[in-house]
């Protein structure tokens, strides 16, 4: 979140440079050449807000999330209320009471997380694992440790997968987030997709009038879903039978859905390369159309068969919501 100085008073600037650190440049002599405004966090022991003050304007950056709580695994899909929450923290942490008034504000990055209760540790893994050959545009999926990543560094839109439990334990460590053991005990069932709306995709937005206080929950969670879902996807297609009834309820014929079936199971022996090679692109893509039309996905595709943790439970409009919820499954 960026204000600009102008919709700043006096004493705000005073009160902001009293607090704001700064950078040195000096030469080699010990003489001064110059200084630069730094970002800054405002407790060393949370992942709350860091800010950045300059004469021209104010950025704020950080987990709503964690500062409305002693972690960040649950939050508000209410864009307004996260940003009257960093409000709320900056005063309780600086004293200096910034305006709440939305449209004096720019957006520049938002992230909307979910969290899909896939059972325990062994399921999260393999779905990590398999998650791997689930691309969206092109070569753009990649693995980091316990982390999926999709379109890494993109200013529209970037993707990512990850294990909340490993996750958790390390913020615990670290002492930035504070779980009890309950809790950390419940992370364990947890596959987190997080999708982050880039500089680009919210300059977009407001050429289209879209303002980013006007994005109500509902449309960041279809934001979310148009995302993830011809990567994950959340129809059950337990079998290649199933497959071939879904493809039958799907295709304008009987022949073409049995050339679509004919092609995945083509793309379990030979992988999706060599079959793409060996047909036209207007027959490839075709039965790639029908494929998807039953339930498969990217990923089911890459990699030559049905993912098998996707059977589970993940339903892309359905994350769990609360403690209570991941208790109760």
Known sequence: MKIDADFLTDAQHELLRAISERKL????????????????????????????YTSNNLTLCGSPASVVSHNNVFGSDEIVDCFTSMIDFFKKETFIALPRTAHFWTCSRIDITNNYDL????????????????????????????????????????????????????????????????????????????????????????????????????????????????????????????????LVSVAPSNGLALAALNCFLMIQSLGVTTVKESMSKTTFYRNRKLLVLAGLTNADLNAGRILEFRRKSIELGQPVQNWTELKRA
């Open 119 to 246: 059972g325990g540790q062994t399921e999260v893994k393999e779905s990590l694992e398999m998650l791997k050959y689930a691309t969206t545009r092109g070569n753009n999926v990649e693995r980091r440790h316990t982390t999926i990543y999709w379109n890494k560094g993109s200013k529209l839109r970037m993707g990512k997968a990850y294990n909340k439990f490993e996750h958790a334990k390390k913020m615990q460590k670290d002492n930035k987030h504070f779980y009890t053991p309950e809790q950390l005990e419940l992370c364990k069932k947890i596959l987190r997709l997080e999708l982050t709306l880039g500089n680009e995709f919210l300059r977009r937005q407001r050429e289209s009038k879209i303002e980013w206080y006007n994005m109500t929950a509902q449309i960041l969670q279809l934001h979310h879903k148009d995302f993830f879902l011809p990567t994950v996807g959340n129809i059950d297609v337990p079998t290649v039978t199933d497959l071939h009834n879904k």
């Open 25 to 52: 440049h000096v030469a080699g002599n010990g003489e001064m050449i110059s200084s630069t405004s730094a970002w800054q966090r405002l407790r060393s022991d949370t992942m709350g807000i860091t800010f950045h």
